[in-house]
């Protein structure tokens, strides 16, 4: 199943979450020339006819007391990141098409989330949660029905086209509602006495090929249900790490592995909360006359425990020769993969892998603990004395 996520008048939203005196009034978000056009309209601006696109003298003659804020980009930008962000947790193919909708493939994520309806009622609550902003979803077999799908239920709604409903969907589905379709096609559809999708059925596909290009051969696999266009995930980032400058240069071996455990701790924090998991580690040594060394490994399975990137973190110390006392110390991770795509185990786990496979639960409490009441208030034992060591408080 694919899920279209798009948000509800993303900017105008977003300006009456910022301000709440805004909230339940009409509110538009355009330029400040005279020849402005409104880019957002809150749906209460709706309410009056007021619609994207329309000239913003237009909307103050429907709805005189329309409150028009001039926006702020970055802040949109900033906003469109974190949903991002919070969609890719649910699935490695995560297709970003504008600054607030994207497209999902979650074949394969139910075991990690549930059926697809379950991951579209997980990613509106946590969207809502991080960013009190509300979206709609459409979930369908095939891609541009659920665009369709999105839009049937705004705002804040969420729609499913089952397969045995697409025909009944196709059947009703205005031509010009098919995304690509625009005014000038719409014309030509309009002579050929095509109306709906399922006009398209009755003409021959290489016919729709000469008249209308690449768009008709698409147009008649659509009106028959067939989408193939796959949904393409944005390249993930390619590392997590780190890192701080020490207040004063050490050198004993206990302290630096104290500094590593809190950095992979929280190196491993930022990588669960993307659902990912890691397949290389490694550290960064800055030295009191400022040279630099770097030093990472393939670990032997993939991981995300704090305490699996820390014991490889702190092996790969454990083989660096110190002469010099150390300034700055970092951990990174890298060769990602969502936790819902399969991995090759190992048949026979050995006793490490058992313990960090048991830690990953314990991460996961820690996590959830840290996410409702702030970063510091459960930490490893080994991090909350000054002196001491050991391994893995
Ligand atoms: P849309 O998703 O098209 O619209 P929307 O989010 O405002 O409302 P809806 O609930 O119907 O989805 O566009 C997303 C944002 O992109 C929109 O808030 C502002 C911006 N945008 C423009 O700047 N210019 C435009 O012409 C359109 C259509 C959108
Ligand atoms: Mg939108």
């Known amino acids: 199943m694919i899920l279209h996520v798009d948000m509800d008048a993303f900017f105008a939203s977003v300006e009456q979450r910022d301000n ?14 005279k020849r402005s056009v409104v880019s957002t309209a809150s749906y209460e601006a709706r309410k009056f006819g007021i619609h994207s696109a329309m000239p913003v003298f237009q909307a103050k003659q ?30 490695p193919l995560m297709e970003p098409v504008s ?39 459409g979930i369908a077999p095939v891609r541009f029905l659920a665009k369709i799908a999105s839009d049937m239920n705004k ?40 109306e709906t999708l ?18 008709g051969s698409r147009l008649s ?24 400058t020490l207040a004063d240069d050490i050198s004993d071996p206990a302290g630096v592995k104290k500094i590593l455990l809190a950095h992979a701790h929280r190196v491993g ?63 990174g991770v890298s060769n990602f993969k969502h936790k819902s795509e399969p991995v090759q185990m190992n048949l026979i786990p050995d006793d490490g892998e058992k313990i960090h496979k048991q830690w990953e639960s314990v991460d996961a409490a820690v996590d959830s603990v840290l996410l409702k009441f702030g970063s510091d208030l459960v930490q490893k034992a080994v991090l909350t004395h000054k002196s001491g060591g050991g391994k893995n408080g």
């Not at 709805?63 to 949903?83: F, M, Q, T, W």
């Not at 006009?199 to 729709?208: G, M, S, T, W």
């Not at 630099?292 to 820390?310: D, E, L, M, P």
Request: hydrophobic share 35%; net charge positive; aromatic share 6%.
């Open 62 to 91: 429907l709805c005189p007391h329309i409150i028009i804020l001039p926006g702020n980009r970055e802040k949109y930008v900033a906003d469109s990141r974190r949903i991002m962000d919070i969609l890719s947790r649910f699935s």
């Open 198 to 215: 399922w006009d398209v059925r009755h003409f021959d596909p290489d016919l729709l090929n000469r008249k209308f290009g690449k768009m």
């Open 99 to 137: 600054i607030d909708e994207a497209y999902l493939d979650v074949h394969g994520c139910e075991t990690l989330f549930g059926s697809p309806e379950e991951i579209g009622l997980k990613i509106k609550g946590t969207i809502f949660q991080e960013l009190a902003l509300s979206c709609s979803i």
């Open 269 to 331: 924090r930022d990588l669960r909360k993307k659902n990912w998991i890691c397949r290389h580690v490694s550290i960064k040594i800055k030295f009191s006359d400022f040279s630099q060394i770097t030093r990472g490994r393939k670990t032997k399975t993939w991981i995300s425990s704090s305490n699996a990137i820390f014991d490889e973190a702190g092996a790969l110390f454990d083989k660096v020769n110190i002469q010099k006392k150390i300034r700055l110390l970092g951990v």
């Open 20 to 33: 709440p005196g805004l909230k339940g009034k009409p509110v538009i978000v355009s330029g400040h020339s």
């Open 155 to 194: 705002p804040d709604g969420m729609t499913l086209i089952r397969q045995k409903d697409m025909e009944n969907v196709i059947r009703d589905l205005p031509i010009h509602r098919v995304p690509g379709v625009g005014a000038q096609a719409m014309k030509q559809m309009a002579s050929l006495q095509i």
């Open 221 to 244: 696999r659509l009106c028959r249900g067939i989408d193939d266009t796959p949904i393409e995930p944005r390249s993930i980032r390619k590392s997590i790490s780190s890192e701080t």
